[in-house]
């Protein structure tokens, strides 16, 4: 007995000098943006809150992968934007006014998940309430105090939150997990279960702006009453839409039920702060494009014609983590012949390239912020007439479309310009017959934001200064097209990532080789990966 008292005490001595360890946090990278950054965020935000009123938010949900083990987890862009925080269970509490709590004076509590040497152990560093204190620089508490934390409900005229995540896996044995702070949350603010954010966020804009932008209000009812059958025998919204005049529509207006619950304004404000970026943000912006160049560049030097999709999406990859971007921003896209014409093809299946064009569209993560670099490039080495001809067209429709990226101009107007040059290109070549026809062909938009999302927050108005977009035109011709067959199989899209600014505009990834030339001519140089031979498995 007392040799076994003599083990126990051994291994609580090692447990506890490990979980010492684990708890010490390692130094941030220098890069990392800061907690003034986003204390910053949450001061711009604040000033945009309603007077009384209260902002919450939650982390992002834990994805189970299967069984016991998740996937790698991803801070929701908001959350990490106004926090810095990267842990799952957590809820940000922000005030429009210092608020009485627990006899307090605060305007913000961080929620987060409490150090815990067992699960530290197992899955990593928390931050712990002192750590988020010092690291992030407000006020945290931890997440299991989020259930007895009283919100004044009666003094909060307005209670504002995104959409609350639905798909959220409940841990029956942790009561500060995601689902229970969301449970806890819809309690204490009285949310029913019959609540409807979209029906929150449409009787908000006709309660706001019904009466001073009536036509532009009317016009976006009725296009979300399209995608949404729910919506479209709602008497409130049908009322306003149908007043013949401005008596109708002002009583139609003093109908709609007013709510202290908002599910629509924060999503509005983060959209019109996260498309313009800061200096910080933008320093990032462009590590993660250089990143995400250089492993195009290196794929292009190492493609054969041997190689499968696979192994070119790993060169990629390994290529981005060699240069410190952890994960890539989205799923990456390799796909070699006719399988370049799924737009969004993931699978990577194809176990030789041949001689077929390899679309690559893959963008690398630093530090939170993503690029979105597509190159499209011949699998030998050299572009055959019917590639280079339309390879060529995408080009010169990318560049059309660079030239409209100026301050003031519509967001659709690098797609118009792109889609122009593109219907042109393939009526003179006799793939298509009509210019209407350009859309079978050409399927999708041309830019989208770009930041801590692939497809990153914005307002999709005029071009605003420091904004970043992509600029991605594309031809894809799969195999059955009403073509001449020489062109089936052919897939390209060239994608550059742009910023617009008061003088013009930059292309960010101008490193990845982007002409015919450019590319025949990188692809002849040797790769660094030429000596790199595994052993053959049996």
Same mark, same amino acid.
């Given at each position: 007995?007392?040799? @076994?008292?003599?083990?126990?005490?051994?291994?609580?001595?090692?447990?506890?000098?490990?979980?010492?360890?684990?708890?010490?946090?390692?130094?941030?990278?220098?890069?990392?943006?800061?907690?003034?950054? =986003?204390?910053?965020?949450?001061?711009?935000?604040? &000033?945009?809150?309603? =007077? $009384?009123?209260?902002?919450?938010?939650?982390?992002?949900?834990?994805?189970?992968?299967?069984?016991?083990?998740?996937?790698?987890? $991803? #801070?929701?862009?908001?959350?990490?934007?106004?926090?810095?925080?990267?842990?799952?269970?957590?809820?940000?509490?922000?005030?429009?006014?210092?608020?009485?709590?627990?006899? !307090? %004076?605060?305007?913000?509590?961080?929620?987060?998940?409490?150090?815990?040497?067992?699960?530290?152990?197992?899955?990593?560093?928390?931050?712990?309430?002192?750590?988020?204190?010092?690291?992030?620089?407000?006020?945290?508490?931890?997440?299991?105090?989020?259930?007895?934390?009283?919100?004044?409900?009666? @003094?909060?005229?307005?209670?504002?939150?995104?959409?609350?995540?639905?798909?959220?896996?409940?841990?029956?044995?942790?009561? @500060?997990?995601?689902?229970?702070?969301?449970?806890?949350?819809?309690?204490?603010?009285?949310?029913?279960?019959?609540?409807?954010?979209?029906?929150?966020?449409?009787?908000?804009?006709?309660?706001?702006?019904?009466?001073?932008?009536?036509?532009?209000?009317?016009?976006?009812?009725?296009?979300?009453?399209?995608?949404?059958?729910?919506?479209? #025998?709602?008497?409130?919204?049908?009322?306003?839409? #149908?007043?013949?005049? @401005?008596?109708?529509?002002? &009583?139609?207006?003093?109908?709609?039920?007013?709510?202290?619950?908002?599910? $629509? +304004?924060?999503?509005?404000?983060?959209? !019109?702060?996260?498309?313009?970026? +800061?200096? *910080?943000?933008?320093?990032?912006?462009?590590?993660?494009?250089?990143?995400?160049?250089?492993?195009?560049? %290196?794929?292009?030097?190492?493609?054969?014609?041997? /190689?499968?999709?696979?192994?070119?999406?790993?060169?990629?990859?390994?290529?981005?983590?060699?240069?410190?971007?952890?994960?890539?921003?989205?799923?990456?896209?390799?796909?070699?012949?006719?399988?370049?014409?799924?737009?969004?093809?993931?699978?990577?299946?194809?176990?030789?390239?041949?001689?077929?064009?390899?679309? /690559?569209?893959?963008?690398? !993560?630093?530090?939170?912020?993503?690029?979105?670099?597509?190159? +499209?490039?011949?699998?030998?080495?050299?572009?055959?007439?019917?590639?280079?001809?339309?390879?060529?067209?995408?080009? &010169?429709?990318?560049?059309?479309?660079? *030239?409209?990226?100026?301050?003031?101009?519509?967001?659709?107007?690098?797609?118009?310009?792109? #889609?122009?040059?593109?219907?042109?290109?393939?009526?003179?070549?006799?793939?298509? &017959?009509?210019?209407?026809?350009?859309?079978?062909?050409?399927?999708?938009?041309?830019?989208?934001?770009?930041?801590?999302?692939? =497809?990153?927050?914005?307002?999709?108005?005029?071009?605003?200064?420091?904004?970043?977009?992509?600029?991605?035109?594309?031809?894809?011709?799969? !195999?059955?097209?009403?073509?001449?067959?020489?062109?089936?199989?052919?897939?390209?899209?060239?994608?550059?990532?742009?910023?617009?600014?008061?003088?013009?505009?930059?292309?960010?990834? %101008?490193?990845?080789?982007?002409?015919?030339?450019?590319?025949?001519?990188?692809?002849?140089?040797?790769?660094?990966?030429?000596?790199?031979?595994?052993?053959?498995?049996?």
């Amino acid at each position: 007995m007392a040799a @076994a008292r003599l083990c126990i005490l051994l291994l609580l001595a090692t447990f506890t000098v490990a979980t010492a360890q684990v708890r010490t946090k390692p130094a941030k990278p220098s890069d990392t943006l800061d907690k003034t950054f =986003h204390q910053q965020r949450r001061e711009q935000l604040r &000033k945009q809150l309603p =007077h $009384h009123s209260v902002a919450v938010f939650f982390a992002a949900p834990v994805r189970n992968r299967a069984n016991d083990v998740d996937y790698y987890f $991803h #801070q929701d862009p908001d959350f990490y934007y106004l926090t810095g925080y990267e842990e799952p269970n957590a809820v940000l509490v922000l005030f429009s006014e210092p608020h009485n709590v627990a006899g !307090e %004076e605060v305007k913000e509590v961080l929620f987060v998940q409490p150090n815990n040497p067992r699960e530290e152990l197992w899955n990593g560093k928390r931050l712990g309430v002192a750590g988020a204190a010092q690291e992030l620089g407000m006020r945290a508490e931890e997440n299991t105090g989020f259930a007895a934390f009283t919100l004044d409900t009666v @003094a909060l005229q307005h209670i504002l939150f995104k959409e609350l995540p639905q798909d959220v896996r409940d841990d029956a044995s942790d009561n @500060a997990d995601l689902y229970s702070l969301l449970q806890q949350f819809k309690q204490k603010v009285s949310i029913p279960a019959s609540f409807d954010p979209s029906r929150n966020m449409l009787y908000g804009i006709v309660r706001e702006q019904g009466a001073a932008q009536p036509a532009e209000v009317k016009n976006y009812l009725n296009q979300m009453l399209r995608y949404n059958p729910g919506l479209q #025998q709602d008497k409130y919204l049908n009322s306003y839409l #149908q007043a013949a005049n @401005a008596t109708d529509r002002t &009583k139609a207006i003093a109908a709609v039920p007013a709510s202290k619950l908002d599910a $629509h +304004t924060l999503e509005k404000a983060l959209t !019109e702060m996260r498309e313009i970026k +800061t200096p *910080e943000e933008l320093q990032l912006l462009r590590k993660a494009v250089k990143i995400s160049c250089l492993g195009q560049v %290196e794929v292009m030097k190492a493609m054969r014609p041997d /190689m499968s999709e696979m192994e070119l999406q790993g060169i990629h990859e390994f290529v981005h983590k060699k240069y410190g971007a952890q994960h890539v921003g989205y799923p990456s896209i390799v796909g070699a012949g006719n399988n370049a014409c799924v737009l969004h093809y993931i699978e990577s299946k194809k176990p030789t390239v041949g001689d077929d064009l390899v679309l /690559m569209d893959v963008g690398a !993560e630093y530090k939170g912020y993503t690029a979105d670099v597509t190159r +499209t490039i011949p699998a030998n080495g050299k572009f055959t007439k019917e590639q280079k001809q339309l390879y060529e067209l995408v080009l &010169k429709a990318q560049q059309a479309g660079f *030239e409209q990226c100026k301050v003031g101009n519509s967001f659709q107007a690098p797609g118009v310009a792109a #889609q122009q040059i593109i219907a042109d290109g393939l009526l003179k070549l006799g793939i298509i &017959k009509d210019k209407a026809d350009v859309r079978r062909y050409f399927p999708h938009g041309t830019s989208h934001y770009l930041g801590l999302d692939v =497809h990153d927050a914005g307002t999709y108005g005029a071009f605003k200064p420091n904004t970043v977009i992509t600029v991605e035109p594309g031809i894809y011709i799969p !195999e059955g097209s009403p073509c001449d067959k020489k062109w089936w199989g052919i897939g390209i899209r060239i994608e550059d990532d742009i910023l617009i600014t008061e003088k013009g505009w930059e292309n960010l990834s %101008e490193l990845a080789p982007r002409t015919v030339a450019e590319i025949e001519k990188t692809m002849a140089e040797s790769s660094a990966l030429d000596d790199f031979n595994l052993p053959k498995l049996d």
